[in-house]
């Protein structure tokens, strides 16, 4: 199984600042079959960003991704108090999918 | 716009089973894949399985298999999830979500979330 591996664990920014988190997988990641997901507490996970770099519906373009193979980054541009969020990596190249174990986003 | 609507938290003793329902409300399940995941107090997500409703063809992580069991109704507007041998490790919310299109499974629509207790 691919293994997906974010850092930092936890991230600390003021509003204003940019956020970068990455997720590098175990093997490569065909099709760049790579999504990422905010989850608040209590909620489910929304969908940011699938094919690596294509925004969800509805989903703010200060949100971008990027990458491809084993590497892949999320961009949070010019942060805003509620995206204090727990953000996840997923892969759906292959059976079976599997989670990076999120990197907390904490704004000041 | 679909919404995905789970069942009402379950308490279970270890060894029983849970079935957990995932109904679409305001579109249909036909053309898209449903997955199963669960997330354990304080941890990550985890996927369980996919199932394609308008196939019935099913997937199941290796982790699960041969304990759980994925259906639908007739409609299909209906997907089921069967978690059987419940053992303590087992408590976490589960989630149905469904995928982009058949093909493609980054999870743009979820339900709420079924919390499952699994305790003696």
Redesign the interface.
């Known amino acids: 199984e691919i293994i997906l591996t974010q850092s930092p664990g936890t991230l600390s920014l003021s509003p204003g600042e940019r956020a970068t988190l990455s997720c590098r997988a175990s093997q490569s990641v065909s099709g760049s079959y790579l999504a990422w997901y905010q989850q608040k507490p209590g909620q489910a996970p929304r969908l940011l960003i699938y094919g690596a770099s294509t925004r969800a519906s509805g989903i703010p373009v200060r949100f971008s991704g990027s990458g491809s193979g084993t590497d892949f980054t999320l961009t949070i541009s010019r942060l805003e108090p509620e995206d204090s969020a727990v953000y996840y990596c997923q892969h759906y190249d292959k059976s079976p999918y599997t989670f990076g174990q999120g990197t907390k986003l904490q704004i000041k | 716009q679909v919404q995905l609507v789970q069942s009402g938290a379950e308490v279970r003793k270890p060894g029983s089973s849970v079935k957990v329902s995932c109904k679409a409300s305001g579109g249909t399940l036909t053309k898209f894949s449903i ?1 199963w995941l669960r997330q354990a107090p304080g941890q ?4 369980m ?1 996919r199932i394609l409703p308008i196939f019935g063809e099913t ?1 199941y ?3 699960f298999r041969g304990r759980v069991t994925f259906s639908t109704d007739k409609s299909p507007s209906t997907v089921y999830m069967e978690l059987s041998s419940l053992r303590s490790e087992d408590t976490a919310v589960y ?1 149905c ?1 469904r ?2 299109t058949s093909l ?5 629509i ?4 079924t919390i499952v207790t699994v305790s003696s």
Not at chain 2, 44 to 47: A, F, H, K, N, T
Not at chain 2, 104 to 108: I, K
């Open positions: 997955n990550g997500l985890e996927w399985g997937n992580a290796q982790k989630y979500a995928g982009i493609l499974d980054a999870f743009n979820w339900g709420q979330g």
